[in-house]
C-alpha cells in the first residue's frame, strides 16, 4: 500500500511544512514525555506512599528534558536527513565575531529591559515552574535538579531542535541563512507567545516576544557563522546564567547575586556599545568580514514567498491547537483525573504523530 505523502513542491504553500511541524515538535514531545510522568504523580498523590513531590516533578523535568534531547539528536536530525554546511575550522576571527554577537545582543536586551521597566512595564509574566518559590532552590538536591535542567538541558535540546534542526532544512528549501535566523526565530517566539498573552500584560508580552527573539537571532547568528552548535549551547548557558542571577537576586534578596548581575549588566552594556561603534566604524570605512558577507549577501531561492506565508500560518495553527486543546481538555474533564490524563495523550499522539510521518515520507528538494 502506497503511503500518502505531502509532497514539498517549489512555489507551493507547503514547501516549509516541515520546519513548521518541527516548531510546534518541541510542545508536543514536552507533552508526550510529561503526561506519562505526571499521571505517575497523581497515583502517588492518591497513594499512602510518603515522598517528596517536588523533588518528584524536578526528576520529571529532566526526564523530559533529557528525552527530547533524544529524540531530535537521534530520531529528527538523522531521519529527516538534515545536512548542514560546512565552514572551515573555528579561528580567532570566528570567536571574536561570535563574542560580538553575545555581547551586542545582551546589551540590546539590557537597553530594552531598562526602557521598559521605566516606562513601569511588568516584564516578569511567567517564570519556569521550577522558579515559583525561589526558596526551593534552598534545598541542595532541588537546586542540583535545577540547574542540571535550565543550564545543561534546555539549552542542549532547544538549540539541538530550533537551531540545529531547522536552520539547515529552511536553507535548504532556498532561504538565505540570515533570513532563515530570522524565521526560525519567529517561530521560537510562537511557542511562548500564547502564554504571554494570557496574562493580559500586553506591554509585557511585547517586552519578552522582542527579549525571545533576540535570544533566538544570538544564538541563530553563532550557529550560521560557525557552525559549530555546541557555540550556540554555550551562549545559552551563559544567558540564562544571566538572566537567572538577576531574578533569583531579587526573588532571595541575595546581595551577592544582585552585585555580580549588576557588574556583569556594567561589563555587557559597555562591550556591546563598543563592538556597535566597532561595526559602523568599518562600515564607515568600508571594511568588512568575508564570513558576514557571506550571511548577508547571499540570496534567497526565486518563488519562496508562498512557502514562508504557509511556514508561518502552520506554525502559527499547530501552537493554537495545542493550547486550545489541552485547555478545553481540562475545563471538561475537570472532575476526572484519568480522563484528562487519556485525553490529552491521545491528542497529543495523533496531533504528533500524523504531521510528522506526513512529513517524513515527503519528496524532499535534491541537497
Request: overall charge negative; aromatic content about 16%; charged content about 10%.
Amino acid at each position: 500500500m502506497r503511503k500518502f505523502s505531502i509532497s514539498e513542491i517549489e512555489d507551493s504553500y507547503l514547501n516549509f511544512f516541515t520546519p513548521a511541524v518541527l516548531i510546534a515538535a518541541g510542545i508536543f514531545l514536552l507533552y508526550l514525555f510529561n503526561w506519562p510522568l505526571s499521571f505517575l504523580h497523581v497515583i502517588l498523590s492518591e497513594s499512602d506512599v510518603n515522598i517528596d513531590f517536588i523533588l518528584l516533578d524536578a526528576i520529571i523535568a529532566n526526564l523530559t528534558g533529557i528525552g527530547i534531547c533524544f529524540v531530535t539528536y537521534f530520531i529528527f536530525i538523522p531521519r529527516l536527513k538534515v545536512q548542514d554546511a560546512k565552514y572551515e575550522d573555528l579561528n580567532t576571527n570566528s570567536l571574536a565575531i561570535v563574542c560580538g554577537v553575545f555581547l551586542v545582543i545582551l546589551c540590546l536586551r539590557i537597553i530594552i529591559t531598562f526602557t521598559f521597566e521605566t516606562l513601569g512595564s511588568t516584564i516578569y509574566l511567567v517564570r519556569p515552574w521550577f522558579l515559583y518559590s525561589y526558596n526551593l532552590l534552598l534545598d541542595p538536591v532541588i537546586r542540583v535538579l535545577f540547574l542540571s535542567y535550565q543550564f545543561i538541558i534546555v539549552p542542549i535540546y532547544a538549540e539541538l531542535l530550533y537551531r540545529r534542526t531547522i536552520i539547515p532544512l529552511l536553507e535548504d528549501r532556498g532561504l538565505s541563512p540570515l533570513l532563515s535566523v530570522v524565521f526560525s526565530s519567529l517561530g521560537f517566539c510562537l511557542l511562548f507567545l500564547p502564554e504571554y498573552i494570557q496574562t493580559s500584560n500586553y506591554p509585557g508580552t511585547f517586552y519578552w516576544f522582542i527579549s525571545t527573539f533576540l535570544f533566538g537571532l544570538a544564538t541563530g547568528l553563532i550557529y550560521i557563522l560557525t557552525r559549530n552548535i555546541l557555540l550556540s549551547i554555550l551562549y545559552a548557558i551563559i544567558y540564562y546564567a544571566y538572566r537567572f542571577s538577576g531574578e533569583i537576586g531579587r526573588s532571595l534578596h541575595d546581595e551577592l547575586l544582585l552585585t555580580i548581575h549588576f557588574l556583569l549588566s556594567i561589563i555587557i552594556l559597555i562591550g556591546g556599545l563598543l563592538v556597535i561603534v566597532y561595526v559602523i566604524w568599518n562600515l564607515f570605512q568600508k571594511k568588512s568580514t568575508t564570513m558576514w558577507v557571506n550571511v548577508i549577501q547571499t540570496p534567497s531561492a526565486p518563488k519562496i514567498t508562498r512557502g514562508l506565508i504557509g511556514y508561518l500560518v502552520i506554525s502559527v495553527v499547530l501552537v493554537s491547537i495545542q493550547i486550545i486543546v489541552s485547555n478545553l481538555v481540562n475545563e471538561v474533564f475537570s472532575s476526572d483525573i484519568l480522563l484528562i490524563f487519556a485525553a490529552n495523550t491521545l491528542f497529543y499522539l495523533i496531533a504528533f504523530s500524523i504531521p510528522f510521518w506526513l512529513s517524513i515520507t515527503s519528496e524532499y528538494a535534491q541537497y
